[in-house]
């Protein structure tokens, strides 16, 4: 990126202003969780609380978050926060819409107050660095690809970051979703044909307010992103057709971690550069569980998905999963259990169990391939 000349770097947007000296451009540290982005937004001088974050999401937020930061509706029905604050970036009168999200904190394991984006960017370059989990904001018009990327076109007519993919040899149409966990997220009718022909398993991929999201999921063979190719990703869809927003494909966050990602949006272009996880396999679940976090912070099961090693070994939903061998759960985020449950090979894993004020029972689970 060209250095730039003047002392003080600023971004200016609507929603007010962003200054850094030369160099030391704004930038936001963040986490993963169920690979989707988190960031730690402070309202109005508050504790910072965690978001959902893409570049060119709306300002939602929580009513109940709302409640508790003092933030009371307007006539529009939208809350107005004076002040916000993700790590170095500082923004002021910032509007939001309010939403329901405490459906979706028990299976993301983490509660989101909202989600944010363009409030932060201000609609300008912005740059994910998932290796580094930084955010950087940029100067577009100074920016060089490094060697290695790949820049491609943001398609026409579409507001979010929307490239030209590959997928098994075909041209795939897909928006870059950080805020979005799981792989290649397809409309039904877009799933290749052998998923109807036994290739595809039925199983839960998330949890949203109405409850599990159960979807078709297979690996494909190959996903093109420029020069890079990525070797058999997960695809999903939904089994209820409806559930696709606008019946388009998106990349979450299990394919955008393994790159940096550019958006520039006055030139129209996403750059991606890829990074040690680009060679990586995906791995994918390999129990049939659907896990929520429970109240006294440990897994339960919220669905077995029939027919797998899950179902074999006689769990049944409302299992509290206490501990795995031997290593209590509440001690584990729930991103760290289901990495235990997409281990690859040859995996038994001794589980300590309890349902209500029962006794503890232990169960042997042993792990095998569902995809």
Same mark, same amino acid.
């Given at each position: 990126m060209r250095q730039a000349s003047p002392l003080l770097f600023c971004l200016v947007s609507l929603s007010g202003l962003a200054c850094a000296r030369a160099g030391t451009l704004p930038a936001m540290a963040f986490h993963l969780v169920d690979d989707r982005i988190v960031l730690a937004v402070g309202l109005n001088g508050g504790k910072p609380v965690p978001f959902l974050f893409a570049p060119d999401a709306v300002s939602l937020? $929580?009513?109940?978050?709302?409640?508790?930061? &003092? =933030?009371?509706?307007?006539? !529009?029905? +939208?809350?107005?926060? !004076?002040?916000?604050?993700?790590?170095?970036?500082?923004?002021?009168?910032?509007?939001?819409g309010l939403a329901d999200f405490a459906g979706i904190g028990p299976g993301l394991g983490v509660a989101p107050a909202g989600t944010i984006g363009e409030a932060l960017t201000g609609g300008g370059a912005v740059q994910i660095d998932y290796a580094a989990r930084r955010i950087r904001l940029l100067d577009g018009a100074g920016f060089q690809p490094p060697a290695g990327a790949d820049c491609l076109p943001w398609l026409a007519g579409h507001g979010l970051p929307t490239v030209r993919a590959t997928l098994d040899g075909r041209t795939l149409i897909a928006r870059l979703a950080p805020d979005q966990g799981g792989a290649v997220h397809l409309p039904a009718a877009a799933m290749p044909g052998q998923a109807q022909s036994g290739a595809a398993r039925t199983l839960v991929t998330g949890f949203s307010g109405a409850g599990p999201i159960w979807s078709r999921v297979?690996? &494909?063979?190959? +996903? #093109?992103? #420029?020069?890079?190719?990525?070797?058999?990703?997960?695809?999903?869809?939904?089994? $209820?057709?409806?559930?696709?927003? #606008?019946?388009?494909? @998106?990349?979450?966050?299990?394919?955008?971690?393994?790159?940096?990602?550019?958006?520039?949006?006055?030139?129209? /272009?996403?750059?991606?550069?890829?990074?040690? +996880?680009?060679?990586?396999?995906?791995?994918?679940?390999?129990? #049939? =569980? &659907? /896990?929520?976090?429970? !109240?006294? &912070?440990?897994?339960?099961?919220?669905?077995?998905?029939?027919?797998?090693? !899950?179902?074999?070994?006689?769990?049944?939903?409302?299992?509290?999963? =206490?501990?795995?061998?031997?290593?209590?759960?509440?001690?584990? @985020?729930?991103?760290?259990?289901?990495?235990? +449950?997409?281990?690859?090979?040859?995996?038994? /894993?001794? /589980?300590s169990i309890a349902k209500g004020k029962s006794r503890p029972r232990r169960v042997m689970l042993t792990l095998r391939d569902l995809i």
């Open positions: 937020l $929580d009513p109940a978050v709302a409640r508790r930061a &003092g =933030l009371r509706p307007g006539a !529009a029905g +939208l809350v107005m926060a !004076a002040r916000i604050e993700a790590g170095a970036v500082r923004r002021r009168d910032v509007p939001f297979m690996r &494909g063979e190959t +996903l #093109g992103l #420029g020069r890079t190719r990525l070797t058999a990703p997960v695809l999903q869809a939904p089994t $209820d057709a409806e559930a696709a927003p #606008g019946g388009v494909a @998106s990349l979450g966050g299990a394919i955008l971690k393994r790159f940096t990602l550019t958006f520039l949006p006055t030139r129209r /272009l996403v750059c991606l550069q890829p990074n040690a +996880l680009a060679a990586q396999p995906e791995r994918a679940d390999r129990s #049939g =569980l &659907g /896990l929520v976090l429970g !109240a006294d &912070g440990a897994p339960v099961v919220a669905v077995v998905a029939p027919a797998t090693p !899950a179902a074999t070994a006689g769990l049944v939903p409302g299992d509290h999963i =206490l501990a795995i061998n031997g290593r209590a759960t509440r001690r584990m @985020s729930l991103d760290a259990v289901r990495a235990l +449950l997409r281990a690859p090979g040859k995996v038994r /894993l001794r /589980l």
